[in-house]
């Protein structure tokens, strides 16, 4: 049995179409992240799943449970860490915990093995207010509290945004240890280096999926070679390399710009040539494996196209 | 010193016994792009509250457009821009009606306020949303507007909070081209990110540790430096 | 299923309501306020009613401008309580010289006063007063009776007849002089539903806002328990409340309860649970907390004030409004405190108050049950 089924699952609000006819599956076990911007209809999807939203149309299931039908079982046996900061910020670390154990009719003790981990981080405070934590605190605690029942299926919305990447990093090290211990982890996030600790992924943009498939996968399937090229001025630099008659495309990546080129019609060597005869300085071009983030931006402009 | 755009020397916030912002000095140059990072609860805003004259230093010095943010905060606002993600704009009005808003808020005079409207919305290619609604803009939209009208007065400064935030990648890249266009003419950027592909943009970067500057130097320096291959890897190293 | 599951749930329930206390007790600002209004609102009007009257501005209709009317007339205007500005032609003129409002007090003399008092020995005199401001019309009418009736023992003395002057006293617009006693249930009826259905609607709307109602839905609580437990806390807040408010009645303002205690309890604890479904009502309907506040602050205090007979008594309103009164619980309840408390009147007297409270508890309670959404 697939942990999560979706079938052709559209929503809107008025006017606007959220999610269009989206499709896909989880195995049970899978860490499953959608990536995309805000906009892209991840909040909506991922409310659907947890069976707080109606879907217009199509149909979701979860453990083979349907999203409509059978919302209270579900609701048993998914955990669920909302977007916001939803913990009371007026109640204790240990009460918050004990709080949402009790609703859940679970109690601390028993899903102390699955929270362990993260909540030795946080033990030292726990008679504090949860209003007081740091930021990353306050994403421990509440995905302790998400976690609190033993669900089989974890479904976290953009856990992740506005954290710094040091707790960021931390954050996906616990979804990783989870993942071990055999929970499915449904993910959404806008930043797309976290795709890579996914084992599928689905791109999203605008209510629609550009494509599912493992990071890995999606990186082999890049249709031109990429370069990275360097010189000074940077700024500059973008502009002409977008004027060159070899270059599909360029955009800057931190130090670097990523440049998908004609690799029939030039070598890295000549580039380097042409670039130097236009004045810039340090100039290094070498070739690169994209990112998720320059696959997402390929597929962005093919489905323009 | 007053040759630069901002300059901080000794600045500290505290807030009863807690110190937000331990004696920072820096200086940015007319024109540089500079990259404020920082963990979550390291000072980042606090700092950036007092160099827009919002909030008092408990002690030390900072100039910003050559005005001082303890003694003339008003002027310091008069020449500063910002935006952030989380206000920026009003939903609620058009596009000319918020452009017209700020402008205004910033003493432009109405003829100048109108020719200047045409030039950036035929810049941003947003002819066409005149009339629209901030609301009914897609996010991307809304954060290049937001921008061109937090530059729209010409201030020697802009300060931009985490401007990008679920952006998408694309619109992300053009934003900064915003940037860098408005550098070349000469406007000092300060930023603050959580992307750290967009440290490297900038022409200096630092980075906050509990209210402390614990690196302050160009990307490639500072890559150099902590031997990290991207800036991910130098905050990761300093900020843990 | 049995009494594991029981013993669970009611766990469960234990929390829920253990929270909401703690909720409360840790905003002690929220306490301070929940707690001092009914004190605060208690003295203000014990005080506001109680004002003294000081050279009230009266008019006198005097027709045969005899010696004991001219008597009489110099002794108001003689006291520092009276002035008297205005002579009138006719009695008729008395309602023109209110409805200007610049008078408060009108005395009429009766025709051929001095004559009529010492041939037959009896006079009348007409005391006619304002009173929308019930406590001062009482208190001017009460000071003019008594110094007619210090001139008619003056009389007795002087003369061996028995002379009698009776003044009659009419109450202009507000016949029943409800002022004093009425405010007492006036104030119970508005701090009750004021802290019940404000409080439980914006604490409820709060979840909603921060996010924390998303976390709760999903959990398999049910949304009854969800609700039950909102009330709980502020039901006893109320009562609380209540107990002060009595306290102080009683003992400040030296309002006692005339009828049956139990009977006013019983009737105070059904309008609680009345206010609070109306919270509950509200929380449902709107998405954040200051529509929350607007909603039962508009909704619930203006009619409050105006349509349930604190301040203005319904017998006197316009149709349409008495019959808009009509679905103001704080009315019914106030009708029935008056009853219960002033009057003195037995609890069967109240049958219908508790009948009309306990139907709009009823219909309060369906309608959020219904309307709350188990979803987004």
Redesign the interface.
Known sequence: MKALSVNNVSRSYGKVQALKNVSFEVEQGELFGLIGPDGAGKTTLI?IL?????ADSGRATVDGLDAVRD??AI??R?G????????????SVE?NL???A????ATVRESYHLIQGIYRQIEPFKSRRAGKLSGGMKQKLALC??LI?KPSLLFLDEPTTGVDPVSRREFWDMLASLRQQGITIVVSTPYMDEALRCDRIALMKEGGCLKIETPQNIIRQFPHTLWSVQGDPMYRLLKDLRRHEDVISSFAFGDAHHVAVRSERITTLQLEENLKMLDYKNVEVKEITPTVEDCYMQLTMDNEQ | MSAFAIYAENLTKCFGSFTAVNSISFSVEAGEIFGFLGANGAGKTTAMRMLCGLSKPTSGAGVVAGYDVAREPEKVKQSIGYMSQKFSLYEDLKVWENIRLFAGIYGMRGKHIASKTEQTLAHLGFEAERNTLVKALPLGWKQKLAFSVAIFHEPKVVFLDEPTGGVDPATRRRFWEMIYQAAERGITVFVTTHYMDEAEYCNRVSIMVDGRIEALDTPKNLRQQYSAPNMDGVFQRLAR | MGTKSNS?LS??N???IK?EF??IF??KRAMLILLAMPVVQIILFGFAITNEVKNAQVAVFDPSRDASTTRITERLQASRYFDVVRRLGSAAEADEAFKEGTVSLAVIFGENFDENLWRTGEAAIQLIADATDPNQAATLTGYASSIIADYQQELLQLHSVPFRVTAQVRMLYNPQLQGAYNFVPGVMGMILILICAMMTSIAIVREKE???M????????KPFALIFSKLVPYFALSVVNLATILLLSVYVLNVPVTGSLLGLMMLSLLYIFVSLALGMLISTLVATQVAAMLASGMALMLPVMLLSGMIFPVESMPEILQWLSSIVPARWYINGVKKLMIEGLPVASSMKEFAVLSLMAAAFVAVSIKKFK???
């Open positions: 409310r947890a069976t707080l939203l109606l919302y209270r609701r048993r998914v669920y860490m909302p977007g916001r900061f939803s913990l009371y910020q007026d109640l009460e004990n709080f949402f009790s609703i859940f009719n509290c998400a029942h | 669970r766990a469960v234990g929390q829920l929270k703690r909720h840790r905003d921060t996010g924390t998303e976390a709760l839905l999903v959990s398999p609580v188990t979803r987004l």
